[in-house]
């Protein structure tokens, strides 16, 4: 790792992963054969056209839902735009495409969309919760530092968190390949999170 540092206070900001190209090719599994490529890239098309037409559909039907019911359930509703208050929901607006921000200004002219708490997860995705996340924020609400976790012990914390990531991952798969009572119990207690988030049981079974 190279690292790289502000060009006005010198302190470390960030870090450049670097690699042979022998050890992208065996460890990390990277595949350069032109007709692979070109069909990912394909792919990687249709795939951005459909995301478009359907963050579209979803700010449309937000808008609907919000104008027929959060006058009589505000509570149920969370903000999502680029000034809201909580940092969570400016950060899925961040993560919003380019191409479909103009459509969220289109829809939302106050820059604030009004979507249910309860299909966040099932719209949006969500974030792993991690250390750094949680000590950051310990740091800001309980202890009340305003700035929370420095840069640089933030990206230390990062490093050592990913490292630990894959260690886990790695016996974890090894567990699952090894018992497969242990993979038919996680698709079990996936199909049952999902359709109680509300995702149809025929859509489970056509996409899992």
């Known amino acids: 790792m ?8 010198g302190e470390i900001m960030e870090f450049r992963y670097t690699m042979s190209e022998e050890n992208k090719i065996s460890i990390l599994g990277k595949n350069a054969m032109i007709q692979d490529s070109l069909a990912g890239m394909s792919a990687d098309i249709i795939s951005k056209e459909a995301t478009d037409q359907n963050n ?3 700010f449309i039907l937000a808008k609907a839902d919000a104008e027929q019911n959060y006058e009589e359930n505000k509570r149920a509703y969370v903000k999502i735009g680029p000034k809201v208050e909580d ?7 961040r993560l919003i495409p380019k191409n ?5 200004n289109r829809q939302f002219p106050d820059g ?37 976790l420095h840069p640089f012990a933030a990206k230390i914390a990062k490093i050592i968190g ?7 991952g790695t016996a974890k798969r090894n567990i699952v390949i090894f018992f497969p009572e242990v993979l038919k119990a996680n698709v079990i207690s996936n199909w049952l999170l999902l359709m109680w988030k509300g995702v149809p049981p025929l859509a489970l079974y056509q996409h899992h």
């Open 2 to 9: 190279i690292p790289i540092t502000s060009p006005i206070t």
């Open 56 to 58: 579209k559909s979803l």
């Open 87 to 93: 940092k969570k929901y400016r950060e899925l607006y």
């Open 100 to 104: 479909s921000k103009e459509e969220f």
């Open 112 to 148: 604030v969309m009004l979507i249910r708490e309860d299909v966040i997860d099932m719209t949006f995705g969500y974030r792993k919760l991690s250390l750094t996340d949680w000590v950051d924020r310990q740091l800001r609400e309980t202890i009340g530092l305003p700035n929370g």
């Open 162 to 168: 990913k490292i630990w990531e894959m260690i886990i």
